[in-house]
């Protein structure tokens, strides 16, 4: 008979435009598949749209990142407009309950955060910071080599942070947050009120790339509200490199422009800024290592 560590872990991630699952055997990602996130405001759906995509045995562990607040198992939308759901949606247990078992729950750049430093582009610093620029920012922080989730899980929401003073009201609550200058959702938003028709981050991108002035400032923006945002957090745990990923973060030319900018910087500010190594998947693997810590992790996640 094969002992459950032997077996892969299911993992799954939930983003505020898709759902991925795949089975995970240390670093290898077996199995993957993928479906829209149902955006209606119910837990239950997401939880259904998880279990309609899932294999049903086959695993040893489950584990699950998500965009969004996680504590306790419970999941809040710090940002509804990225993520629409009940304030603390019992996604633990609703999750065992299709599973069998319970699962580990963290939040999305949390367990990208992880699985970067562990194995990917913050392998070797102390204190690293990884940044996933997609439907939301996400950020999650490994101080003096331990994973930050804080008492409440909201550890490195640093999309949240103000970027612009009287800026538009984040979904959060707070005005000018990173968040609305600076994501896919606000670089659409920006495109599509500039440019006086609809467009996808995408379209902005290659709008930007076919020569448009208004593309490529509205992307620019995005760059300097970013950068700021790293000299910030350096100012305030003294970060030894960042890593970016999302979406958005990896479009072509994307970090080249954070790495360009950065040199504006005083030098006391300035750190690496590189390419999530992990790829896209890194929330996968980062939630799948940490539900199966090796003894060597011992004190990995601080609460
Ligand atoms: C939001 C917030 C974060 C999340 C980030 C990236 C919600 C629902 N999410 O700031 O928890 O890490 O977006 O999320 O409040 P993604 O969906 O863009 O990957
Ligand atoms: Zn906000």
Known sequence: MTAASDLPVLTIDVGGTKIAIAEVSGDRIANRRQAPTPRAGRGDDLVAAIADLAP???????????????RDGSLTA???????IEDGYVLASAIERVFGMPPLVINDAQAAAWAEFTLGAGTGFRNFAFFTVSTGIGCGLVIDGRLQSGANGLAGHVGHTRSEPGGILCGCGRRGCLETVASGTALARAGSARLGRK????????????????????????????????ADLTASVDIDCFAVGGGVGLAGGFIEAL????????RVYRRPIVAARAGADAGLLGAAMLARPKSSDEN???K
């Open 300 to 302: 990995f996640l601080q």
């Open 78 to 84: 710090l940002n509804p407009e990225t993520l629409p």
């Open 56 to 70: 049903k045995t086959g695993f040893g562990a489950v584990a699950l990142a998500t965009t969004g607040i996680v």
């Open 259 to 266: 790495q360009v900018r950065s040199l504006d910087l005083p």
């Open 199 to 230: 467009v996808t981050t995408p379209e902005l991108f290659a709008a930007a790339k076919e020569g448009s002035g208004i593309a490529a400032e509205i992307i620019a923006g995005a760059v300097v509200a970013l950068v700021d945002a790293f």
